[in-house]
């Protein structure tokens, strides 16, 4: 099964350090938050990677090169500048995702959710990894229940950007700008969705005192 990283976005939220380095080269514990990804898929198993960029993405290429030197191929799916959120970033991807179903991560994440769990099928259109709703996101955004993930009702967890996904999904779907939680909460009317709850470490580093936060908890455990 292939992997997509999603490494497009501008990190607004970073600035000013994401004005001269792309958020996916930002470093916590001594080395690229992308890496950490890259690190954890690698050793999970997953050895074919697909990489999207926009923001300064020469310099991502130029760091991470082909995979190699971490077990891994990566190609690249270029998008310019102003990135075609994840929807639409994916839905570029799909050329170099193929045919088979795949899994794709936010690049702004840590975590140290156990990917070799994912290398299997979703029985639907998609299935999604869920956590506890952090401090920052309190409202959440889709229940679980019996299994599939639902809009409303019933307790409300957050999506971790963590997802495996069906190219169907994206059928019908024209090249361009577009989210995929339209497509996502579609799907989940239809029960084509499912999910599970991790309680599990896991950090959306968004923010500059959220990396900080995250290189002294990694830069600890060294």
């Known amino acids: 099964m292939k992997a997509m990283i999603l490494a ?7 600035r000013p ?3 001269h380095t792309p958020k996916p080269l930002l470093q916590a514990g001594g080395k690229a938050l992308i890496e950490h990804l890259i690190e954890a898929l690698a050793a999970a198993g997953f050895r074919e990677l697909v990489i999207n960029h926009a923001h300064l993405g020469e310099r991502i290429e130029a760091a991470l090169g082909d995979g190699g030197r971490y077990g891994v191929q990566i190609a690249w799916s270029r998008e310019v500048e102003g990135a075609l959120e994840t929807g639409g970033g994916i839905h570029r991807a799909l050329p170099l995702l193929g045919d088979a179903p795949f899994l794709a991560i936010n690049g702004d994440i840590w975590t140290d959710y156990p990917f070799a769990r994912l290398h299997r099928a979703p029985d639907r259109l998609a299935h999604l990894v869920l956590i506890d709703n ?3 996101h ?3 955004d889709f229940t679980l229940q019996n299994g599939l993930v639902r809009p409303e009702g019933g307790p ?3 999506f971790s950007g963590i997802g495996l996904y069906r190219p169907e999904l994206f059928q019908g779907c024209q090249p361009g700008k577009f989210p995929l939680a339209p497509l996502l909460r579609a799907a989940m009317h239809q029960d084509a969705v499912s999910g599970e709850h991790y309680q599990g470490n896991w950090m959306d580093v968004g923010t ?14 060294r």
């Not at 990396?211 to 600890?220: F, V």
Request: charged content about 35%; hydrophobic content about 25%; aromatic content about 0%.
């Open 8 to 14: 497009a976005g501008r990190g607004e939220r970073m």
């Open 17 to 19: 350090l994401t004005d």
């Open 134 to 136: 952090p401090p920052h």
């Open 138 to 140: 309190p409202q959440g």
């Open 156 to 158: 409300r967890l957050t």
């Open 208 to 221: 500059p005192e959220r990396l900080a936060a995250l290189d002294r908890d990694l830069s600890g455990r």
